[in-house]
């Protein structure tokens, strides 16, 4: 398994961004497809973007399409969301991901995903 650890969670204003990165462990980062998720206060948790282990394919959720961007570093074992335009309801806790296989697209399931980080807040003000 590998282990996770996100960072760069925070408050900002809406209209503003934030970059979240998620280092792994490990030498072989480069066979599994990462995903982000996130989880606001009384919901389920739900897929935010996901991407394969080249970095070749990657998906988004519509809510997020077009304002967010999902990126990995194979030789840094990490991997990044850059969250532009935010919104208040983008207001979670974002959870990285990691699936183990070269599968060539990236699944959006979270029961895909084995391994889980601990969380970062990010709260967008209005």
């Known amino acids: 398994q590998v282990q996770l650890v996100e960072s760069g969670g925070g408050l900002v204003q809406a209209g503003g961004s934030l970059r979240l990165s998620c280092a792994a462990s490990?030498?072989?980062?480069?066979?599994?497809?990462m995903g982000w998720f996130r989880q606001a206060p009384g919901k389920e948790r739900e897929f935010v973007a996901a991407?394969?282990?080249?970095?070749?394919?990657?998906v988004y959720a519509d809510s997020v399409k077009g304002r967010f961007t999902i990126s990995r570093d194979n030789a840094k074992n990490t991997v990044y969301l850059q969250m532009n335009s935010l919104k208040p309801e983008d207001t979670a806790v974002y959870y990285c991901?990691?699936?183990?296989?070269?599968?060539?697209?990236?699944?959006?399931?979270?029961?895909?995903?084995?391994?889980w980080g601990q969380g970062t807040q990010v709260t967008v003000s209005s």
């Open positions: 490990g030498r072989t980062f480069s066979t599994y497809a």
């Open positions: 991407i394969n282990w080249s970095g070749g394919n990657t």
């Open positions: 991901a990691a699936r183990w296989g070269r599968y060539y697209l990236p699944s959006t399931d979270r029961a895909d995903f084995g391994s």
